[in-house]
């Protein structure tokens, strides 16, 4: 089978996967060419270059992946993107994501189905639906938020915002900062929840948020946004702690417009319905 030309354990056939931990060939990072994601397509483009590997044979059946922080950081995509395109090549049965200390991405075929790349697109569409659903819930949390918040939670909100803003002022460290910010942006949002008190509207919060890793990878993924984003954080956390409700729904309405934006400048495709009048903020309106 094995040429030789990648290290391990060649002449022992792992079969689909499930060979001892010994006989598993673990790909070295150096010897399987990921370049960085350069196209505005970020998550397709992951998948599209791990599914060529395996169509190339340079990865085959029982092959272990490099580490997702391996491929996050050769693609020059987070670890979120590439965690999504191994959920997606695991779903065609390309790979098989093991868990656990001696888990990984091994590979359990040597075919790719072409449906992958439609799975991708799928995967994608789901994002914009996700998008429509924080419209209909995220201002109203928001104005929750300001009315129960207490000042530990406005306290904590910032510390937030401040820690973001730390890494975003690193910019030489943005491939390893991208993924903390991203994760601190979850917590932010997931903060303004707890702020309601309502157990609830933190969970709702938390699996809308769980759907978004795609898009947040793209909001994050052009420095040049962070300023803006970090910005809006500003100015959110600021209307709530004024208890202002007509500016905490403008905020929260340029804050989601900024991600929809992101989302249709990255990913090159339009949301799959517009947003309508009665979900956009109207300043005055209390
Ligand atoms: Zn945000």
């Known amino acids: ?17 499930l060979g001892e931990e010994t006989h598993i060939r673990r790909v070295a990072a150096a010897l399987v060419d990921f370049t960085p994601v350069r196209t505005r397509r970020t998550f397709e483009e992951a998948v599209a270059q791990i599914a060529e590997q395996i169509a190339a044979g340079a990865l ?13 950081k050769q693609m020059e995509i987070s670890r979120p993107t590439v965690r999504e395109a191994l959920r997606v090549l695991a779903e065609a049965g390309v790979v098989e994501v093991r868990p656990g200390a ?10 790719v189905p072409r449906e992958v790349l439609r799975r991708a697109a799928v995967r994608l569409e789901e994002v914009s639906g996700v998008l429509e659903a ?27 915002i401040d820690r973001q803003r730390e890494i975003a002022g690193a910019p030489e ?18 903060q303004i929840a707890r702020a309601t008190g309502n157990a609830t509207v933190v969970e709702l919060m938390r699996s809308l ?21 970090l910005a809006i954080h500003q100015e959110t956390l600021d209307a709530i702690r004024a208890g202002d409700m007509a ?20 990913s090159g495709r339009p949301l799959v319905r517009e947003v309508p009048d009665f979900l956009r903020s109207r300043p005055g309106r209390k």
């Open 1 to 17: 089978m094995g040429t030789g030309r990648l290290t391990g354990g060649y002449g022992k056939t792992p079969g689909h996967g």
């Open 60 to 72: 085959r059946p029982g092959d272990q992946l490099p580490p997702e922080r391996t491929l996050a």
């Open 102 to 111: 001696a888990g990984g991405a091994f590979v359990t075929s040597e075919f």
């Open 134 to 160: 924080r419209r209909l819930l995220e201002p109203r949390v928001a104005q929750l938020a300001a009315l129960h918040g207490s000042e530990a939670d406005f306290a904590a909100l910032q510390a937030t």
């Open 173 to 190: 460290r943005f491939v390893d900062g991208e993924d903390r910010y991203m994760t601190l942006d979850v917590q932010f949002h997931l």
């Open 209 to 229: 948020l769980g759907r978004l890793e795609i898009a947040r990878d793209m909001a994050a993924h052009v420095p040049a946004s962070i300023e803006r984003s």
């Open 247 to 266: 500016r905490v729904e403008t905020a929260m309405d340029v804050h989601l417009a900024q991600l929809e934006g992101t989302w249709e400048k990255e």
